[in-house]
């Protein structure tokens, strides 16, 4: 049984439907177990969690970017797990990386920048999203790698969008092929 754990934060919801978009991407590849951790706003995860990410294969982080960053949230998690990385608990296990912001650039790169780092303290092994860049005129929000985000995966929720009308259906595209290709990576590491 291959164990992908989703690790995550979400302010008002849209970072959730992408989260949910890797689960059903992950969860597509046979014999992959998935665990969805939600992070809760007091930057808490549930007692379970620290258990489930010493057993997963992979993690995958997520947040929404909040001002050029990841939310505090996330970062008192990756803080505490200074924890596991004393006795680098996490090594080579796969590692990736998605976020949601408003804008088109809105300083995404610098959220899953983080995620590398944090990674690669943990001496993961990072996995991009493999999901070539949609970039002819004809290309446009439906079509996944829309964004040319090739390091994570990457969603733009609109302003005035509520988490149901979400990020560009490439988006959300992009993160279900990217939740497959965690899934198959963590499968070779068997
Ligand atoms: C405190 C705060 C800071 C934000 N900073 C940025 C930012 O730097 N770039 C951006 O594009 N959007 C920014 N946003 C917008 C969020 O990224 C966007 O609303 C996102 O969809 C929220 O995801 P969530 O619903 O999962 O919390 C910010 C929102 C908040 C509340």
Known sequence: MTDVAILYFSGYGHTVKQAEALEVGASSIQGTKVDVLRIDENGDL???????LKDAKAIVFGSPTYMGGPAWQLKRVADA???PWFSQEWKNKIAGGFTTSITTNGDKASTISYFVTLAMQHSMVWAGTAV???NA????????GWTGGMTGALAIAPSDASP????AKGDMETAR??????????????
């Not at 005129?137 to 996944?144: E, L, R, S, T, V």
Request: no cysteine; hydrophobic share 40%.
């Open 81 to 83: 797990s200074s924890k």
């Open 177 to 190: 092929l990217y939740g497959a290709r965690i899934a198959e990576m963590a499968m070779k590491l068997n």
């Open 132 to 134: 070539m860049p949609a």
């Open 46 to 52: 549930p007692d379970v969690g620290w258990d489930k």
């Open 164 to 167: 149901e009308e979400g990020a």
């Open 137 to 144: 005129k004809a290309n446009g929000p439906d079509d996944a």
